[in-house]
Each structure stands twice: as C-alpha cells, then as structure tokens.
C-alpha cells in the first residue's frame, strides 16, 4: 500500500522537468480548505493512518492485513472511487462558496498562469 501511495504521490507532485509545480496551487483561493479536505479523506477515510482514524484500508492492529493494491485490487478500486467521489463534492462546495464560483477559480488560475 505504501509503494501505491508513493506513486500518486509523485503524480501529484511531479519534477519540474515533467512540467509539475506544486507551489502553484498555493495561490489558490480557499487553499487551505481544499487540502483540509483532502487530508481529512485521505489519511482519515480512505487510508486510515491517523491515530484517531476509524475508517480507511490500513489494518493498524495488523498491517500485513492490509489491503493490497494488486492483492486485493477490487477493494481498493472502490475504496479510491469512493474516495474520489467525497473528494469531488467536498471541493464543489469550497468552489462553490468562492467569488464567481467554480467560474472564478477557474478564471483565476488560468490569470495566474498568464493563460487567456
């Protein structure tokens, strides 16, 4: 499970070199509600590795219990799709609370990129 969170990592947070640059998303208005969400649904919901989780797919009393990205690939795939999905509406609702909402942001990241 480790080796599968790595690689999403590294998607995420990409070399510059590949064209990643995670800083940028600190300009984002509502920054700290969207990454508050998502470490909540993370670490809490989907993977269970904070000390007070009650949910997730790690197994703290046994680790090796712990669902596998290739050994147990259908709980995982529904566990990451439900995930996602909370994901998603969470951050709709933080868009949706902005100035000129989803619209907005939009707009504004694309101005701060210096894109039409």
Do not use: C, T
């Not at 290739?70 to 868009?95: N, Q, T, Y």
């Amino acid at each position: 499970m480790v080796d599968d969170l790595f690689y999403v990592l590294g998607e995420y947070f990409r070399p510059k070199e590949e064209e990643g640059n995670p800083v940028m998303d600190l300009i984002m208005l509502g920054f700290s509600k969207y990454m508050g969400a998502l470490d909540e649904l993370l670490h809490d919901d989907f993977l269970g590795v904070k000390q007070d989780s009650v949910a997730g797919l790690f197994d703290r009393s046994d680790p090796e219990k712990s669902p596998g990205f290739e050994r147990d690939a259908g709980i995982f795939d529904r566990a990451f799709g439900a995930f996602v999905d909370r994901l998603e509406e969470r951050w709709d609702k933080i868009s949706a609370h902005r100035e000129g909402g989803h619209l907005g942001q939009l707009q504004r990241w694309r101005e701060s990129l210096n894109l039409p």
